[in-house]
T-cell receptor, first 110, second 112 residues
Framework: EAQVTQNPRYLITVTGKKLTVTCSQNMNHEYMSWYRQDPGLGLRQIYY???????DKGDVPEGYKVSRKEKRNFPLILESPSPNQTSLYFCASKLYNEQFFGPGTRLTVL | QKEVEQNSGPLSVPEGAIASLNCTYS??????FFWYRQYSGKSPELIMFIYSNGDKEDGRFTAQLNKASQYVSLLIRDSQPSDSATYLC????????????FGAGTRLAVHP
C-alpha cells in the first residue's frame, strides 16, 4: 500500500530534550515536506526536500532541523524543544501536483 | 507576508444544497491553487487543483479561479453529510514552486 508513515504518532516531552520524528514514504517520491498545524493558523511549512541531500526552509524553520540521506526518509529533528513547538506535525511527499500526507504526530512539549 | 485567507466557518448547509467555500490570497504572482479536505483527526487529502482562470469541474466539485480578483472558490454540489469536514485552500507562491501556503480552513457542516 502506497503511504507516508510517521513515528511516533503521539509524544509528550519536556523542554530541551532532543527528539526526532521519523517520516518514511514508499512511493519513491523525490519531494518531501514537513508541516505543523495549529488552531487558527492552518498548516505551515517547516522544511522541504526536493531530493536526497537537497533541503530548504519553509515558512517556519526556526527550532527545527531536517536531513535527507535516503529518498524514502525525511526525519524532523528538534534539538531543544520548547513549549511553542507543541503542535500537530504532518509529513508529506509529492508527485507532480498531489501531496500525500502522513497520519500526523501530535507533540506536546511541557 | 504571503497570506491565504479563508472564513473559518462553520458553514452550515442542508443536505442536497450547494456549498460555496471561498479563499483569497495576497501574492498576485501565485501560480497554482489547491483545495484539500481534512476530516477531524485525519490528515489532509487533495480534492482538486486549478491553474488557469475559470472553472474546473470534477464530479460534484467545481473549483473557480479569478486571478485578477485574487480569489479561488470551491463549490460542492448535492452536499452530503459525508462532506462535513474542514476545507483547506493552498497556494503555491510566486517563485516558490516547492512551497505551499495554506489557509486556516473553513469548517463545513452538512446537516440531513
Amino acid at each position: 500500500e502506497a503511504q507516508v508513515t510517521q513515528n511516533p504518532r503521539y509524544l509528550i516531552t519536556v523542554t530541551g530534550k532532543k527528539l526526532t520524528v521519523t517520516c518514511s514514504q514508499n512511493m519513491n517520491h523525490e519531494y518531501m515536506s514537513w508541516y505543523r498545524q495549529d488552531p487558527g493558523l492552518g498548516l505551515r511549512q517547516i522544511y522541504y526536500s526536493m531530493n536526497v541531500e537537497v533541503t530548504d526552509k519553509g515558512d517556519v524553520p526556526e527550532g527545527y532541523k531536517v536531513s535527507r540521506k535516503e529518498k524514502r526518509n525525511f526525519p524532523l529533528i528538534l534539538e531543544s524543544p520548547s513549549p511553542n513547538q507543541t503542535s500537530l506535525y504532518f509529513c508529506a511527499s509529492k508527485l507532480y501536483n498531489e501531496q500525500f500526507f502522513g497520519p500526523g504526530t501530535r507533540l506536546t512539549v511541557l | 507576508q504571503k497570506e491565504v485567507e479563508q472564513n473559518s466557518g462553520p458553514l452550515s448547509v442542508p443536505e442536497g444544497a450547494i456549498a460555496s467555500l471561498n479563499c483569497t490570497y495576497s501574492d498576485r504572482g501565485s501560480q497554482s491553487f489547491f483545495w484539500y479536505r481534512q476530516y477531524s483527526g485525519k490528515s489532509p487529502e487533495l480534492i482538486m487543483f486549478i491553474y488557469s482562470n475559470g472553472d474546473k469541474e470534477d464530479g460534484r466539485f467545481t473549483a473557480q479561479l479569478n486571478k485578477a480578483s485574487q480569489y479561488v472558490s470551491l463549490l460542492i454540489r448535492d452536499s452530503q453529510p459525508s462532506d462535513s469536514a474542514t476545507y483547506l485552500c493552498a497556494v503555491t507562491p510566486s517563485g516558490g514552486y516547492n512551497k505551499l501556503i495554506f489557509g486556516a480552513g473553513t469548517r463545513l457542516a452538512v446537516h440531513p
